[in-house]
Every structure is written in structure tokens, then in C-alpha cells.
């Protein structure tokens, strides 16, 4: 059975970081890439970035790469991201996923989802 497991999310001030996880099993990740939506309260859901699990390259979305940061530990099926300088327009659900073998990553060609971590920016 497949799980993807997110933790690490909480209520945060504006201009913390924090770095949210996702824990990976039962399922072969070569030749998928593994990343990151998010979804704000009454907004629709979009892509905070990927990395491609074999090669480690990583794609954001649109003004996503300047605060924020998507790694991946292999060894450990793990998949990180790392946001600096949170703004409260970062509140959100944050949601691990991971592409169809082959495919882009794009909600379309999605295989695995998370559950979800909630992120809440307030001072």
C-alpha cells in the first residue's frame, strides 16, 4: 500500500521558515518526480515546485523559487520543502504528490497524494 506522509506544518510567523516533509512508501520512485502543491483557503489549488527523484533537478512554479526550496533524501524516501521568509499569503495546505512514471509533474499526471499539512502564517 502506498502512503505519503506530510508533517512538519504549524502556525508560523511572518518572515520564519520552516521546512514541511514527506515520508514515501510503497512505491518505487525512479523515473517519477515528487513535489509539492499547495491550496489556500477558498483559492484553487496550485504547484509549489518538483524535483525530478533521479536526477534531483528541481522546477517551481510561478514566484515560488525565491523563499522556497525542494530537496529530496533518497535514501530515506524522504521529500522536503524548505520555505524562508514566510508571508501570510503562504498559509495553505500543503500537499506531497507523486507523478505518473514518466510524466511531468502536473496535477493531471498525478499518481500518489498526500493528506495534507497545514501551514498557518500569523503574527
Known amino acids: 500500500q502506498v502512503h505519503l506522509v506530510e508533517s512538519g506544518g504549524g502556525l508560523v510567523q511572518p518572515g520564519d521558515s520552516l521546512r514541511v516533509s514527506c515520508v514515501v512508501s510503497?512505491?518505487?520512485?525512479?523515473?517519477?518526480?515528487m513535489g509539492w502543491f499547495r491550496q489556500a483557503p477558498g483559492k484553487e489549488r496550485e504547484i509549489v515546485g518538483s524535483?525530478?527523484?533521479?536526477?534531483?533537478?528541481?522546477l517551481y512554479g510561478d514566484s515560488m523559487k525565491a523563499r522556497f526550496t525542494i530537496s529530496r533524501d533518497s535514501a530515506k524516501n524522504t521529500l522536503y520543502l524548505q520555505m524562508n521568509n514566510i508571508e501570510a499569503e503562504d498559509t495553505a495546505t500543503y500537499y506531497c504528490?507523486?507523478?505518473?512514471?514518466?510524466?511531468?509533474?502536473?496535477?493531471?499526471?498525478?499518481?500518489?497524494w498526500g493528506k495534507g499539512t497545514l501551514v498557518t502564517v500569523s503574527s
Open positions: 504528490a507523486a507523478s505518473r512514471t514518466g510524466y511531468t509533474f502536473h496535477q493531471n499526471y498525478i499518481d500518489y
Open positions: 510503497g512505491v518505487t520512485l525512479s523515473r517519477r518526480y
Open positions: 524535483v525530478n527523484w533521479n536526477t534531483g533537478h528541481t
